[in-house]
């Protein structure tokens, strides 16, 4: 069996591309650009599709093509984000911007290759929907809705039905599960828990408590509320700092979570991302809100410490002087990821995904079952 995972350039890409590798596929990750966060990938075609286009006048959406005939001559099953395909440009109903064209999952279906499609963020927030969630919701601090999401409402049911008209399966997690008809739910905010070190244990004297945030997008995150949270506790006295760390690359981060006593992920949103599942498994205790019906895995065993713009300032007053809920919370964290969101958890969903989605020979699917097994052990 050969995998293809691609082509949104996150960090969770490679671990999938991990838990593949787990079950004995033979995967890759190919990606057309890399952010400054993440580009740790197999095949990065940047530099390629820019030299076809400086040197020989060649159009970058002809090398497009030619890179979905390698994929189609190499690969059996697509792992692909909602939010784009190997050609371009995206969408094309529903969202100008986001989905993948119609053209391309045509031709898997017509190839007979398995396409397995997953809510990225962006590409499954639809403005009315989400508003309705709740009185926190990812929209409520918009700066400017349609530009960072699909937003419309109407348009983006209508691009969610054509991809799973089309898919193999729909995955998603969190959130997504509640704006995703029809979605699987398979936790695939997966770290190699092996590449994160134990972090040193907390103290329980009154030092200064070190509140590390990292947000691409504050207003998306609750940022303000944090802030105005901290600011007060300043005001009257309490030992608290407040760590700021945007678009840094993604090395800085994780070198920061051995340092900063908590995570704040997000207040408003209503479910963690990955940097959340990253300090975890560094044994960094996080701080989130919570959607009541969020789709997270284990719910009950999940150490995350809530928390929305309107209960953050006692939270954090609580931890000023509670370090041993801290300690607790980041000494839970490890495990919790390792059973939920490592990449033997995850290898072990894909190995169901296959067998229930895929018509695999009956001895494969032996095999697939058995090295799940094993990845849960």
């Given at each position: ?11 969770n ?13 033979n995967?890759?990750?190919?990606v057309?650009?890399t ?5 740790n ?9 820019a ?8 159009d ?19 792992h ?18 986001f ?24 590409d499954?927030?639809?403005r ?9 919701n ?7 809705p ?12 209508a ?32 770290v ?6 134990p ?5 329980q004297?009154d ?22 949270a ?15 760390l ?14 900063i ?14 940097t ?19 789709a997270?895995a284990?719910?009950k ?10 209960t ?11 370090r ?8 839970a ?10 990449v ?16 695999l ?9 058995e090295?799940?097994?094993?990845l849960n052990?």
């Open positions: 069996m050969n995998s293809l995972w691609g082509v949104t350039p996150i960090v890409l490679s671990a999938g591309v991990a838990a593949d590798r787990a079950l004995g596929v995967a890759r990750s190919l057309f650009t952010y400054h966060t993440s580009s990938f197999d095949v990065v075609c940047s530099e390629i599709q030299r076809l286009v400086a040197e020989r006048g060649e970058w959406f002809l090398f497009r093509w030619l890179m979905l005939i390698w994929a189609i001559a190499n690969f059996d099953f697509f692909l984000y909602n939010d784009r395909g190997i050609i371009e440009p995206a969408g094309g109903y529903g969202s100008p911007r989905g993948i064209a119609v053209r391309e999952m045509e031709i898997y279906r017509q190839a007979g290759k398995r396409l397995y499609t997953y809510a990225y963020g962006a499954h927030r639809m009315e929907k989400n508003l309705a969630l709740g009185k926190w990812f929209c409520s601090e918009c700066p400017d349609g530009v960072y999401c699909v937003c419309d409402d109407a348009g983006g049911a691009m969610l039905q054509i991809i799973r008209e089309y898919s193999t399966a729909v995955v998603a997690h969190g959130l997504a599960m509640k704006l995703i008809p029809g979605a699987r739910n398979v936790p695939y905010l997966t190699d828990i092996n590449k994160f070190s972090r040193r244990s907390w103290s004297g030092g200064k408590l070190v509140v590390g945030h990292f947000p691409n997008h504050g207003y998306f995150k609750g940022t303000k509320y944090l802030e105005g901290i600011h007060f506790l300043q005001a009257e006295g309490h030992a608290v700092e407040l760590l700021l945007s678009g840094k690359p993604h090395h800085e981060i994780l070198e920061a979570m051995q340092k006593d908590v995570l704040v992920d997000q207040l408003i949103s209503g479910s963690f991302g990955l959340a599942v990253e300090a975890m498994a560094s044994g960094c205790p996080v701080i989130c809100y919570l959607h009541d019906g969020v997270i284990d719910r065993a999940c150490p995350i410490i809530e928390a929305n713009p309107e953050i300032k006692e939270v954090l007053r609580q931890l000023v002087s509670d041993a809920r801290l300690s607790e919370a980041g000494a964290g490890r495990q919790y990821v390792r059973k939920n969101y490592s033997e958890a995850l290898g072990a969903h894909l190995a169901d995904l296959y067998v229930a989605t895929a018509d020979p009956k001895s494969l699917n032996a095999r697939l079952a090295r799940a097994k094993v052990s």
